[in-house]
């Protein structure tokens, strides 16, 4: 089944490539790998939310940061397309990077990332599972709670 096939399937659709935010490019291809830049949760150019995570109020609740994880590996998916012809060429997810800008005491990245990684298992099966980096950080660019960067192979 097509990779678009799927995404239909999940009810998303490939957004646009996100416009980088500073002096680089969103994805860069060398042999076989693309290497996509860190991707923000980005909706229709905008954060849909900002904070850090964490279970306390004021803050975005790991659940919902998990959700916008997807949101991130969705964005460099798309810049990985837009690079290489089509998400129908990957041939594997190798790795997942993963930031999550975390409250003082929060130890939940790996649950957060989870949410990049299920998307790219629904999307890609087999194919989607991949070598992953979950790391807490003080803060993200634009206060985004999440951002994540992907290498993939294609053939």
Not at 6 to 16: D, F, I, S, T, V
Not at 42 to 53: I, R
């Amino acid at each position: 089944m097509a990779v678009a096939d799927r995404l239909a399937e999940l009810g998303l659709e490939l957004p646009a490539v996100p416009q980088p935010a500073g002096a680089y490019v969103p994805a860069v291809v060398t042999g076989n790998l693309v290497f996509t830049a860190g991707q923000l949760p980005f909706v229709d150019g905008a954060l849909p939310e900002t904070g850090l995570v964490g279970e306390g109020d004021g803050q975005v609740a790991p659940t919902r940061a998990a959700d916008l994880a997807a949101l991130c590996a969705l964005n460099a998916l798309a810049a990985a397309a837009d690079a290489i012809g089509g998400l129908d060429r990957v041939s594997q997810i190798v790795k997942v990077t993963g930031f999550v800008a975390s409250a003082p005491g929060f130890t939940g990245q790996p649950g957060v990332l989870n949410g990049a990684s299920q998307l790219l298992g629904d999307l890609f099966g087999d194919e989607g599972r991949h070598a992953r980096s979950a790391v807490g950080v003080a803060a993200l660019p634009l206060g985004s709670p999440v951002e994540v960067e992907l290498v993939l192979e294609y053939r």
